[in-house]
Nanobody
Framework: QVQLVESGGGLVQAGGSLRLSCAAS????????MGWFRQAPGKEREFVAA????????TYADSVKGRFTISRDIAKNTVYLQMNSLKPEDTAVYYC?????????????WGQGTQVTVSS
């Protein structure tokens, strides 16, 4: 059973930085894709960034390109989201998610979320 545990959220001023971590366990993730999503109050959950565990290819939402970086540490089974130049509109609960790399697979494993609050 896949388990994902996020950490690293908190309160930061606009322009500041945070690094989120997602510790993954329960299986081998070499054929998995890992993603970060976020949900702000009153809004739908949205995609932030994704990385393929094995090959390391990355994708980003336009709203975070150039400010956020997703990475993974294979030895630690951990995925990171480095967030720089944070803006108040980045305030949300951030979720880590995992999916297999089969065609059509969706993210079906989710962490509990970690709150990020950016003050202006």
């Amino acid at each position: 059973q896949v388990q994902l545990v996020e950490s690293g959220g908190g309160l930061v001023q606009a322009g500041g930085s945070l690094r989120l971590s997602c510790a993954a366990s329960g299986r081998t993730f070499s054929n998995y894709g890992m993603g970060w999503f976020r949900q702000a109050p009153g809004k739908e959950r949205e995609f932030v960034a994704a990385i393929n565990w094995g090959g390391g290819s990355r994708t980003y939402a336009d709203s975070v390109k150039g400010r956020f970086t997703i990475s993974r540490d294979i030895a630690k089974n951990t995925v990171y989201l480095q967030m720089n130049s944070l803006k108040p509109e980045d305030t949300a609960v951030y979720y880590c998610a995992a999916r297999t790399l089969r065609v059509g697979a969706t993210y079906d494993n989710w962490g509990q979320g970690t709150q990020v609050t950016v003050s202006s």
